[in-house]
């Protein structure tokens, strides 16, 4: 027995296709923009309705894909390089290129900012150590042969007497007294101490050296060494110093222009540092 086609039926559901209900879901924003329906019948080389709609249709941007203008999540694109996920470009964290050329040239700026810092406080460091520290001289006369040869550089300490005392054997540089009228162009001189203040002092035939009536030894001395002119007996005024050159017989020292005002007195000879064969230390 056969039965009526009946339009509600299910045989009509199943038998035609044509009766296929169309589904207007649009669940896929990018199916929605491009038109197409879930409902759409399926062709044998392309699969679903929706797998053709990706396929097919390129110039659509996907859920979350930037585009011209807008992105579908809604988000606006700019030429400083942000995305619709709120990202940033290393051009827009930078300020652009322009704002990353600047940096090294204001990094040059600063580093010779600090050049000019560092070398003014070297040179204030270097004069005030040449002022107050220590200072470099020049030995331009045979007076103290052998210890100190012509064209030989030293190193004068100037703090050593402001600090603590004179002695005797010590080689210092001091300014030149008003009574030295030999060398009048020279400004500093270099002796050794022999005499200190209150002491008697005086010389034997020999040429030794007498302290208070006896005769002291001098190491620093070649033996052999000439004794040069003799030193008239005197006693050494307080705040003053006896000294002389260790080429005794070619010295202009206090055998000429008497004792020396500790006031005069530059500092104390602590090394020879130039030429370097010659480098020496003072005690």
Known sequence: MTLPDEPGGEHARADSPASTPVSYETGDAGEAEAGQFRGERPSSSSGTGSDRVRAG???VPRVGEASTGSTASGGSTSSGGSTSSGRSTPEAAGGGRAGGRRRPTQGAARSAIEFVVLLVVALLAALALRTWVVEAFYIPSGSMIPTLEVGDRILVDKLSY???????????VFRRPPGDTVAPGIKDLVKRVIGLPGQTISSAPSGAVDINGHPIAQPWLPKGTAPGPPIRTQVIPKGEYFVMG??????????????????????????TYWPLNRFRFFG
């Open 246 to 271: 260790d080429n005794r017989a070619n010295s202009e020292d206090s055998r000429f222009f008497g004792p020396i005002s500790k006031k005069l007195i530059v500092g104390r000879v602590v090394l």
């Open 57 to 59: 249709s390129s110039g």
């Open 162 to 172: 402001d600090f603590g005392t004179v002695h005797r054997g010590n080689i210092v």
